[in-house]
């Protein structure tokens, strides 16, 4: 979902806190707190239902990129397509729920270069479990 700027009717980008958001004008719109809220929980939910299916695929994807972390340093969901890939594992909507729990940190943002993804942002991670 594209926020809209309510005053010049652009498209709002990056968060300055939760539910503030800017437009190329600096212009500030706001999102109530209660519908971040309600967005979480519904993502949570999706990813448990999710974990629940592909348990197996999941340990294998998230033991690969624990331990590509501690090689490297960063890893990102990319990495862990290609991991997929070259097993023939199925990529799928539960490649997000890798990342989850304790043992992640979030250190940055980059671009997919995975063609399918369209250059969508992806966040670093690493292990510091």
Known sequence: MT???PTCRRPTYATVSPGIWKCPK???T??????ITEGRKRRDDALDLLEDHKPSEIEQC????RE????????TAD???SYCDAQGIARGPWLGSIFRGAGWEMVGWTQ?????QH?????QWRWIG
């Open 30 to 35: 706001t999102m109530p707190l209660s519908g």
């Open 119 to 123: 250059a969508t942002g992806l966040r």
């Open 3 to 5: 926020r809209v700027c």
């Open 68 to 75: 590509l972390s501690k090689e490297k340093g960063i890893v």
């Open 26 to 28: 600096n212009h500030v």
């Open 62 to 65: 998230r033991t690969y990129a």
């Open 79 to 81: 990495d862990v397509r």
């Open 112 to 116: 997919s270069t995975d063609p399918v």
